[in-house]
Nanobody, 120 residues
Framework: QVQLVESGGGFVQPGGSLSLSCLAS????????MGWYRQAPGKQRELVAR???????NYADSVKGRFTISRDGAKNTVYLQMNNLKHEDTAVYYC??????????????WGQGTQVTVSS
């Protein structure tokens, strides 16, 4: 069982920055895929940034050059640094962890979400 707790969301003006944190606890493998998704009102949940199972990172085209995913293994924490925020970045941001179950394949764990609102 894995527990994920996000923090760092809030209100910011366009062009501003926020840093999100995801603290993982429980039984997890640090090399498993882990990242950030977001869901805006009326839209599907979408990938923002993630680490793959081989340690590389990738990003949604809409956030490339503005967002950076990182992690601190000692603190069991994954971060999302968000710079030059835009109105369209407004969403609930969710931390995600993928665990492989031999009986059923990959299983997604989610945090509770943290609200990011970009507005002037």
């Amino acid at each position: 069982q894995v527990q994920l707790v996000e923090s760092g969301g809030g209100f910011v003006q366009p062009g501003g920055s926020l840093s999100l944190s995801c603290l993982a606890s429980g039984s997890f493998a640090s090399l498993n895929p882990m990242g950030w998704y977001r869901q805006a009102p009326g839209k599907q949940r979408e990938l923002v940034a993630r680490f793959t199972s081989v340690g590389t990172s990738n990003y949604a085209d809409s956030v490339k050059g503005r967002f950076t995913i990182s992690r601190d293994g000692a603190k069991n924490t994954v971060y999302l640094q968000m710079n030059n925020l835009k109105h369209e970045d407004t969403a609930v941001y969710y931390c995600n962890y993928k665990d492989y179950k031999p009986s059923g394949g990959w299983y997604d764990y989610w945090g509770q979400g943290t609200q990011v609102t970009v507005s002037s």
